[in-house]
């Protein structure tokens, strides 16, 4: 009885990092099917067509669940701010990806969490102590280290990388202001942005679907968008957010594996020193901000 309770629990506590780790290989696989699509059909198409599919996803659910909550939103004007930044870090992404390797790309944008560390001050109103600040300047050493600044390396896609990441740091900030708005609402908003960017770029880059290969892949990559999306999700309800949330820099290794075996991308010096020193800083100020959230519950006026 007492091994089967514990196997029970061990079962609970190892399906959240599982879910999460597969919901890191959907985002990776994600990036590079639409890292295939953009090198043959246009920017807006693959972002129209990407989103459509998602929307056939999504819907369903918002059906079953009620339309309510789409024309009752909290502070409409973040809301829309926010759908320009989700709908511009797409953009932004599929464009560098066109011109980088994807492991490149996705050190830019795992650097995000490191840009709500340093503007939470200002944005928030959040206390950042010394050990935080320390994280943060190494950090943005490891994105310098990174863009290899010089005047042959500073590109346009790295420097579109740079506003894509800020762009997607900014969405992450938004969901402190709308911690009301459902998740599916957040979603859908956010998708039905980039369709009609999308759409309003298609008919000046459209390329006739090749084979029905494209077309299924053009499908997909909006369906494993959504997949990844959930799962994520689902991990962070069954287990807590310091067990789960540090597996999201796995995303990396799939990007240089991905990278190697679909591209023949093989990673930069630079970029792997930059890219440990962007993941390390950005792992401890996930966790520092874990240990003062913790002392806050037990002190209300916690000293960093």
């Not at 994520?232 to 075996?261: C, E, H, M």
Request: glycine content about 8%.
């Amino acid at each position: 009885m007492i091994a089967s309770i514990s196997k029970q629990i061990v079962s609970a506590r190892m399906a959240g990092p599982l879910i999460m780790l597969l919901g890191m290989v959907m985002f990776a696989l994600n990036d590079a099917m639409g890292k295939w699509l953009v090198s043959s059909y246009g920017l807006g198409q693959v972002v129209l067509l990407r989103s459509l599919a998602a929307l056939v996803i999504l819907l369903p659910f918002l059906f079953f669940q009620g339309f309510g909550s789409l024309h009752k939103v909290e502070r409409p004007g973040m809301q829309a701010l926010r759908v320009f930044c989700s709908t511009a870090e797409v953009f932004c992404f599929y464009y560098a990806v066109m011109y980088l390797p994807l492991a490149d790309v996705m050190t830019y944008w795992l650097a995000a969490p490191i840009y709500v560390a340093a503007a939470s001050p200002l944005l928030l109103g959040e206390k950042v102590g010394w050990r935080r600040w320390t994280a943060i300047g190494i950090g943005f050493i490891g994105v310098v280290i990174t863009l290899e600044p010089s005047s042959a390396m500073i590109s346009p896609p790295a420097i579109v990388s740079i506003f894509g990441s800020a762009a997607f740091a900014f969405m992450m900030i938004s969901g402190r202001f709308l911690r009301a708005t459902p998740d599916r609402t957040l979603v859908f908003f956010q998708i039905v942005g980039a369709a009609l960017a999308g759409l309003a770029f298609a008919p000046f880059d459209w390329s006739p679907i090749a084979s029905t290969r494209d077309f299924g892949l053009l499908a997909l990559l909006g369906i494993v968008a959504m997949t990844a999306h959930v799962l994520v999700n689902r991990a962070l309800k069954i287990s807590d957010a310091a067990t789960v949330a540090p597996l999201q820099y796995t995303l990396l290794l799939w990007a240089v594996l991905f990278g190697w075996l679909f591209f023949g991308d093989m990673p930069r010096f630079g970029m792997l020193i930059g890219a440990a020193l962007i993941v390390g800083s950005g792992v401890f100020i996930f966790l520092r901000e874990q240990t003062l959230k913790k002392r806050q519950r037990v002190q209300p006026i916690a000293l960093e």
